[in-house]
């Protein structure tokens, strides 16, 4: 099984560039999201979705976009990109829509912005 | 507002000692507790906790949950090399879909 895929792996962009992480799961999950990581600041939730057509913001939603158009495809995109935006952003999935249990993560994008 | 807090926040230890790792909690209407490990890419599970003083196993790890005291340990015994990761606790509310993470620690053990 792949679980949940991330791509890409690695990305540069410059200030004021736009683009699209991707992520897909074959695990039919209903519940889907995206987590940053900064060090010394643990996993913090951006955007996450409990279903196709259902997305919600979470704790650090500005300067992101989602989308959930199948149940399989959750893509995150980053309108006009700033140095602070430079993180690994996880993407994870749940069984449910809600959080009665493990997160399956994917392996990770490292964004930088120059 | 949810808050997850950990300690220590780093730990290094010799082979086969055994480590305590700390996670404190309060989230509004507590529903669950879960520990990671995360080495170089994706957190992996370890264990989910619901119910207070039940203890989860696997191996040489384990964890238990005070819900009156709201926190949590996760314990490893004769630890290894391979152990040495970024462990991650994160808590859960009833009715929420979002988890709190804390910090993380950092252990590093060492041969």
């Known amino acids: 099984n792949a679980g949940v895929t991330q791509t890409p792996k690695f990305q540069v962009l410059k200030t004021g560039q736009s683009m699209t992480l991707q992520c897909a799961q074959d695990?039919?999950?209903?519940?889907m999201s995206w987590y940053r990581q900064d060090p010394g600041m643990g996993l913090r939730l951006i955007h996450y979705?409990?279903?196709?057509?259902?997305?919600d913001q979470g704790e650090v939603p500005n300067g992101y976009n989602v989308s959930r158009s199948t149940t399989e495809d959750f893509p995150l995109r980053l309108l006009s990109a700033a140095p602070s935006q430079t993180s690994v952003y996880f993407c994870?999935?749940?069984?449910?829509?809600?959080?009665?249990?493990?997160?399956?993560f994917g392996e990770g994008s490292r964004l930088t912005v120059l | 507002e949810d808050k997850v807090v950990q300690s220590p926040l780093s730990l290094v230890v010799h082979e086969g000692d055994t480590v305590t790792l700390n996670c404190s909690y309060e989230?509004?209407?507590?529903?669950?507790l879960l520990w990671y490990k995360q080495e170089k890419k994706a957190p992996t599970f370890l264990f989910m906790l619901?119910?207070?003083?039940i203890e989860k196993k696997s191996g040489r790890l384990s964890s238990i949950l005070d819900k009156k005291e709201l926190f949590s340990i996760l314990n490893i015994t004769a630890t290894q090399t391979g152990d040495s990761a970024v462990y991650l606790c994160?808590?859960?509310?009833?009715?929420?879909?979002?988890?709190?993470f804390g910090k993380g620690t950092k252990l590093s053990v060492i041969p």
């Open positions: 994870a999935s749940s069984a449910g829509t809600g959080m009665r249990g493990e997160l399956f």
């Open positions: 695990m039919n999950h209903e519940y």
């Open positions: 979705s409990v279903g196709a057509g259902i997305t």
């Open positions: 989230v509004t209407n507590f529903r669950s």
């Open positions: 619901t119910s207070s003083g």
């Open positions: 994160a808590a859960a509310g009833a009715g929420s879909y979002q988890l709190t």
